[in-house]
């Protein structure tokens, strides 16, 4: 009896990390309804597998979304303040995230977003006119204020890419707690030479989807080496990035200008 019991809370124990949060994005707690990419918990479904991810089904605003015809305009540009942070890294069962050290941020029409953690997504999440990449990294901000900025880096297959192997060479294969990888890695060096952007506004990419993201999606891919992809790839084999959205009546703007 005593035994059993034993094995019940064991089981229960590893439901409530199999149900950890995506990606830190979101905030819920680690007792949030289980969900997939895939089957009858995947994403055609997840507005109605809780209430509280009722606008994953229901909102007007969600992301990711297929980046066609942006309409080109000379807007603020991203100041980035990225300074060097030790891997602490995570694999939650849906993706692989780097807690970020404090002290790092990004300006945004003068507003500080701070670097929370980075994840990443295998194929893309966004298309740029209906194509997806190997792989999209995002690097999650939030405001003094609670508002969330996400800064998308679209991934292609290319030349090895050294300042990414602090993070591709460290991916744990399985769910496990934050665990410092005794490398650091600096974001400013995983983003594209240019930094002109696509911008929108639109939700996390997974459940509770929340509105109100403001994302920032780099426009020049950067280049990752075919066994780096494959790392990234072979954790989530039935891939773990949600399908575009409508976009609907949402401005879709390019700062075309660095
Ligand atoms: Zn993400």
Not at 15 to 27: I, K, M, Q
């Amino acid at each position: 009896m005593k035994l059993q019991k034993f094995r019940v809370v064991i089981l229960l124990a590893a439901t409530l990390v199999a149900c950890a949060p995506a990606n830190g994005e979101s905030s819920h707690a680690d007792t949030s309804p289980h969900w997939t990419y895939e089957g009858e918990e995947g994403p055609e479904h997840w507005g109605d597998l809780d209430p509280a991810y009722m606008v994953c089904g229901a909102g007007k605003n969600q992301s990711p979304i297929d980046v066609a015809s942006p309409a080109e305009q000379d807007l603020a540009n991203i100041v980035f303040h990225y300074q060097l942070s030790e891997v602490n890294i995570l694999n939650n069962g849906h993706t692989v995230q780097v807690n970020y050290d404090a002290g790092s941020y990004i300006e945004l029409d003068s507003i500080r977003y701070d670097v929370a953690q980075f994840h990443y997504h295998a194929p893309s999440e966004h298309a740029v006119d209906g194509k997806l990449f190997a792989a999209e990294l995002h690097i999650v901000h939030k405001s003094a204020d609670g508002n969330l900025a996400v800064v998308g880096i679209l991934l292609d297959e290319g030349a090895q890419n050294d300042a990414y192997l602090p993070f591709t060479e460290n991916l744990p294969a399985k769910e496990s707690e934050a665990t410092d990888a005794g490398v650091t890695i600096n974001a400013a060096d995983l983003l594209p030479a240019e930094q002109t952007s696509f911008r929108y506004s639109g939700s996390l990419t997974t459940p509770p989807c929340s509105e109100g993201v403001n994302w920032l999606l780099m426009t020049t891919p950067v280049e990752i080496s075919t066994e780096q992809i494959e790392a990234l790839t072979s954790l989530f084999e039935e891939g773990n990035n949600r399908p575009v959205q409508p976009l609907n009546d949402r401005p879709l703007t390019e700062d075309s200008t660095p």
